[in-house]
């Protein structure tokens, strides 16, 4: 459990250091309550109220400031040749009995801890779109669908069920740890409610691992075999398994592919992989940060952790069978009441400091988000993105090491991504305040593409990573999507 709280958590000591550094993108707009506080370069949403948080902070940060702190594009640099482990050793911790049987002891523990937790801190239960969207007028639904190796993934879907007819089928697949609530957060603003009231039929997927995709055939959740995955296998399984189950329900052959950051991994995998065969269901994708290339990422905190990912593989093989496991109940506790209860704007800074500065974190709505966040995923989908800093137009498989490569892929270097596999129009839109996927790496996975995706890329300027779930100005970051969607459908494109 504990590094995987460090995982979380020590981005809190981290974050001190970092909210040191000078920011270009400190995002002030004329006429709003909005500062920037000199010191710790954060905004502070409040405006012209001294925030007591940032107050007690305050003269530690100037202290740590003044240690010329180490800025993360070096630290991101350097992070392709640091493989702390031996990867063979790597290898071996995957998947053994021992390190399933110290993960069961963890996981036993925490069990028992969450238990007492949740007697005094109670944590509410997890939001289901089927069930929250009749609250907004909306019609839900839920089933579940089978992916051919054994993952068992819920799928939603919301409709305005006073319409005579859908404009379109928009599916809408889960960011980065997040699930298939992520775009209901802000309620009647959300994404997912604007697209249904206007009388498109949307569906949202699940990726393994998530809630609602937690369920296996065979495996247990907490077994390491079934933490043993990445993108690679959300596009090439259960990107296809949902997009036929749509397509089965609704006929559509023209479906509309929304999302952020790792949708846009997903996809690219899908298509280097399949090629035509699922592409042909959809008309146009709609895509917010999309993570192809990743490799100009700048923030200290996810570049500290591309530096230490082999240390991360080995602390989440000891002792979470693999799971980067953010829904682990002691862990969810802590975050929940962190986030959720007690100190929301705690968050909203610790937002602002993994993705950069921005203002667009809605942070009022937090005790209804975290109920389901953050999620869990696999250390291998969250390493897999790790290997890409600090290496420019780099997307290949996962690579594991000479040895496993070898057993995995019958060769000792993972192969390339043909993000130009992908044909089908690509909306990309890239935030501007994001450190994450920064919209130079944007920019060059939409040039990487086949000539006839290349629909449009613009720059969403005031945004950040954790923006498109929780936006302050919810027109100013979905308007453009849904514009161009209308559009798009306006001429039969
Ligand atoms: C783990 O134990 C099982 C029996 O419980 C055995 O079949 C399997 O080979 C063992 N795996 C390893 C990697 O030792
Ligand atoms: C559903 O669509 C109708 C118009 O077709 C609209 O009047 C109504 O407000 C919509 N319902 C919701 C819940 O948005
Ligand atoms: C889907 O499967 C999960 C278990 O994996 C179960 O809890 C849930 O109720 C199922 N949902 C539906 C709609 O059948
Ligand atoms: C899909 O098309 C088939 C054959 O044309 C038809 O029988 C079926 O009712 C359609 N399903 C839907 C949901 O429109
Ligand atoms: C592995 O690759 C070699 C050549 O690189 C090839 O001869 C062999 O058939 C491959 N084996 C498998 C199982 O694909
Ligand atoms: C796509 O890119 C690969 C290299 O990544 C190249 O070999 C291939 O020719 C390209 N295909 C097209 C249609 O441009
Ligand atoms: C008593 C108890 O909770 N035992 C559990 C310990 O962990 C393993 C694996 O997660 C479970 O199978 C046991 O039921």
Excluded at 30 to 46: A, D, F, Q, W
Excluded at 215 to 226: E, M, P, V
Excluded at 303 to 310: N, T
Excluded at 465 to 493: C, H, K, T, W
Aim: proline share 6%.
């Amino acid at each position: 459990m504990l590094p995987c709280k460090l995982g979380g958590l020590v981005p809190l000591t981290l974050l001190v250091v970092v909210s040191g550094l000078p920011s270009a993108n400190s995002q002030v707009q004329s006429g709003s309550v909005v500062s920037v506080n000199p010191v710790t370069g954060l905004v502070n949403p409040i405006g012209g109220i001294t925030d007591p948080l940032l107050s007690i902070l305050n003269p530690a940060v100037e202290v740590v400031a003044g240690l010329a702190p180490i800025p993360g594009a070096l630290l991101g640099a350097v992070s392709p040749y640091t493989a702390v482990l031996n990867p063979l050793l790597q290898t071996a911790l995957l998947q053994n009995n021992i390190t399933q049987f110290s993960s069961d002891i963890v996981t036993n523990l925490s069990a028992l801890v969450a238990l007492v937790a949740n007697a005094a801190l109670p944590v509410p239960p997890y939001l289901r779109p089927d069930q929250e969207a009749p609250k907004f007028g909306f019609v839900g639904e839920a089933y579940n669908v089978t992916t051919s190796d054994g993952y068992i993934l819920g799928v939603f879907r919301v409709r305005n069920g006073t319409c005579r007819s859908y404009r379109s089928v928009v599916i809408i697949p889960p960011g980065i740890l997040s699930n298939a609530a992520s775009f209901i957060y802000i309620k009647e603003n959300s994404l997912v409610y604007r697209l249904a009231r206007e009388c498109n039929d949307v569906w949202l997927f699940t990726f393994r691992g998530y809630l609602f995709g937690r369920g296996h055939t065979l495996l247990s959740d907490t077994s390491s075999a079934f933490w043993d995955f990445y993108a690679y296998h959300w596009g090439v399984y259960d990107l296809p398994t949902q997009i036929e189950f749509v397509y089965r329900k609704t006929n559509s052959t023209t479906m509309r592919y929304f999302g952020v950051d790792q949708s846009g991994t997903a996809l690219l995998f899908m298509n280097h992989v399949h090629g035509q065969r699922y592409q042909r269901f959809l008309a146009g994708t709609y895509l917010l940060a999309p993570i192809g290339y990743l490799g100009r990422l700048r923030s200290l905190v996810f570049d500290a952790m591309a530096v230490l990912r082999d240390g991360l593989t080995a602390a989440g093989a000891l002792v979470l069978h693999n799971e980067l496991a953010f829904m682990n109940p002691a862990i969810h506790s802590v975050l929940y009441n962190l986030c959720g209860r007690i100190a929301p704007i705690t968050c909203y800074y610790i937002f602002q400091i993994l993705g950069g500065n921005s203002r667009e974190i809605n942070y009022p709505f937090f005790p209804y988000a975290f109920a389901n966040l953050l999620d869990s995923t696999s250390i291998t989908a969250f390493n897999y993105f790790l290997q890409q800093v600090g290496r420019i137009k780099y997307m290949k498989y996962y690579d594991y090491g000479p040895a496993e490569n070898l057993r995995r892929y019958n060769r000792t270097t993972p192969e390339n991504v043909n993000i130009n596999a992908t044909t089908v129009p690509c909306n990309f839109y890239a935030l501007g305040s994001d450190t994450v996927t920064v919209p130079e790496d944007v920019l060059d996975t939409w040039n990487a593409l086949a000539p006839s995706a290349r629909a449009t890329y613009q720059v969403l300027d005031k945004y950040n990573g954790v923006s498109p779930f929780v936006p302050v100005d919810s027109e100013g970051l979905y308007g453009p999507m849904i514009r161009q969607l209308n559009a798009d459908l306006a001429r039969g494109a």
